[in-house]
């Protein structure tokens, strides 16, 4: 099993839908993120937390909400979704310390409509 | 913000052949990575650098920290098949911030 999990893999939803993406893991790891990655642009960070009670927007936030449920779940909400949300969406975690080290979910795509 | 320049954006090369390429900022980093990301996964961890003029080796890719602190390099040696996929650099900023930032990425072809 991935240490990383990300659900769903796919979804395709339509303009104004409120969508949520989850993300578990037994790594054990006290530090999730949540990166999106379009074409030709890389990986842009949307929001982190390094525990339960702390969360901290990133460089491309506006549009989207995240929750810290517990240490092992971060799930990442878009309210309302718009087409330009259509993206590829990783989860990813950290131990901290070892600083750079990313564990990546295998990534979800959302495609809205 | 700070931001990473990676180039090339694509290589198409013949197996067999090195590859290079680089990253560079404007602004210093205190931590170098490169990540691989194949078709249908997330980016793994290749290489961290973590000292100005750090020379680090992963059997046929070799990476460096330049003395600068605004760029790093991979190479990769007699490349293969398996060599396909997308190649980011990382770089942590300030230290003790999590905020680690990507290129843009270099896709990898290899031809027959």
């Given amino acids: ?22 993300c578990s893991q037994t790594k054990g790891h006290d530090r999730m993120y949540w990166y999106r990655q379009d074409p030709g642009l890389g990986l842009q960070l949307i929001y982190y937390s390094f525990d339960v009670k702390d969360i901290n927007k990133g460089e491309i936030s506006d549009g989207y909400s995240v929750s810290r449920q517990a240490q092992a779940k971060f799930s990442l909400s878009l309210e309302s979704a718009i087409p330009n949300q259509t993206a590829l ?14 564990f990546f979910g295998e990534g979800s795509r959302l495609t809205v409509l | 913000g700070q931001q990473l320049n990676q180039s090339p954006q694509s290589m198409f090369i013949q197996e067999g052949e090195d590859v290079s390429m680089n990253c560079t ?18 980016p793994v961890l290749l290489i961290a650098l973590y000292k100005a003029g750090e020379l680090t080796s992963n059997g046929r890719l070799t990476a460096q920290f330049g003395i600068s602190r605004k760029d790093s390099f991979l190479n990769i040696s007699a490349s293969i098949p398996s060599d396909v996929g997308i190649y980011f650099c ?7 911030d999590d905020k680690i930032i990507f290129g843009k990425g270099t896709r990898l072809h290899i031809l027959p």
């Fill in chain 1, 1 to 22: 099993d991935a240490d990383v999990t990300q659900t769903p893999r796919n979804r395709i939803t339509k303009t104004g839908k409120r969508i949520m993406l989850e």
């Fill in chain 1, 89 to 102: 969406y990783f989860c990813a975690t950290s131990r901290g310390g070892e600083i750079g080290e990313l």
């Fill in chain 2, 25 to 42: 900022s404007s602004s210093i980093f205190n931590t170098w990575l490169w990540y691989k990301q194949e078709p249908g996964e997330g």
């Fill in chain 2, 90 to 96: 990382a770089g942590q900023p300030r230290w003790r």
